[in-house]
């Protein structure tokens, strides 16, 4: 249920872009870090994006997360995508701005902890590929808004244990 209210509160940002000007949301900076709060108060995953301009349509992301995936095991991953942004509504918007999709690929390193003595502590790392949706608003030329939709598939992973596949969240940045 959680899961639906991020989700639904991502596309509420993105539905009421078009009635803004976008003059409101443009930016002359290269790059921005981001942490997302929804990634924090719903999964306990610590997130955090940097992401560099390539050029006026095109960007270049680097994450790095850390969870407590249960008590007994947690998780940090890094990861890397690659946006192109789309001005859908003519607005002139620059990059950083707007809609923007691309793929994306992540690793995760986990470590298992049991606290029966029987049972041996293992690790293991998990691989996927996939892409992403993001919307993003740029105020005051400094503080950035962006709801995010992720979907990836492991390619490496260890049989027994899940993997998340899709993810919503809402990054709060700041531009430099």
């Known amino acids: 249920m959680n899961k639906f209210f991020s989700l639904l509160l991502a596309f509420s940002f993105a539905a009421v872009s078009p009635t803004v000007d976008a003059a409101l949301y443009s930016t002359n900076k290269e790059a921005v870090f981001s942490i997302d709060p929804i990634d924090l108060l719903f999964e306990g995953r610590i997130s955090?994006?940097?992401?560099?301009?390539?050029?006026?349509?095109?960007?270049f992301t680097v994450n790095a997360s850390f969870w407590d995936y249960d008590r007994n095991s947690s998780a940090f991953g890094v990861g890397a995508s690659y946006r192109w942004y789309f001005d859908l509504f003519e607005e002139g918007k620059s990059s950083f701005n707007g809609l923007s999709v691309g793929p994306r690929l992540d690793g995760y390193f986990w470590n298992r902890r049991y606290n029966e003595p029987s049972k041996k502590d293992n690790s293991y790392s998990t691989l996927a590929v996939?892409?992403?949706?993001?919307y993003k608003w740029v105020f005051n030329d400094k503080w950035s808004v962006e709801p995010t939709i992720k979907f990836v598939i492991p390619i490496v992973r260890k049989a027994?244990?899940?993997?998340?596949?899709?993810?919503?969240?809402?990054?709060?940045?700041?531009?430099?």
């Open 130 to 134: 996939g892409g992403e949706v993001n």
């Open 48 to 59: 955090a994006v940097y992401e560099k301009k390539l050029s006026a349509k095109n960007s």
């Open 160 to 176: 027994e244990y899940g993997y998340p596949n899709h993810g919503v969240g809402v990054n709060l940045g700041y531009c430099f």
